[in-house]
């Protein structure tokens, strides 16, 4: 662990081992986020940096029945529940 110095002006200088460990480029965008008492500085990665981030994940989760997409309903096995939720809907909506 480092320590650094906070100036008059507020300002910290990333010690030099740090920035070349994270790759940290001159105008780089750091994100600030506050845990606490602990300050966190997180280096902004463009949106494709992330691809592939949550590849594996378990993405199924219990729904409720109301919550269900006809995509859904198809991948579980409760297609006729869809069809038959959405032509009530449609007849409510009709009448």
Not at 10 to 24: A, D, M, N, S, T
Not at 40 to 52: D, N, T
Not at 65 to 74: N, T
Request: glycine fraction near 8%; charged fraction near 25%.
């Amino acid at each position: 662990m480092e320590t650094v110095t906070l100036s008059p002006k507020f300002q910290v200088v990333i010690p030099k081992r740090v920035r070349e460990h994270l790759g940290l480029k001159p105008g780089q965008k750091l994100e600030v986020v506050q845990i606490g008492l602990r300050i966190e500085l997180v280096a902004q990665q463009p949106a494709c940096a992330l691809r592939g981030l949550l590849r594996g994940i378990d993405a199924t989760a219990p729904r409720e029945p109301d919550r269900l997409c006809a995509s859904c309903c198809r991948f579980i096995g409760l297609a006729g529940v869809f069809r038959r939720r959405t032509k009530r809907r449609a007849l409510r909506a009709h009448h």
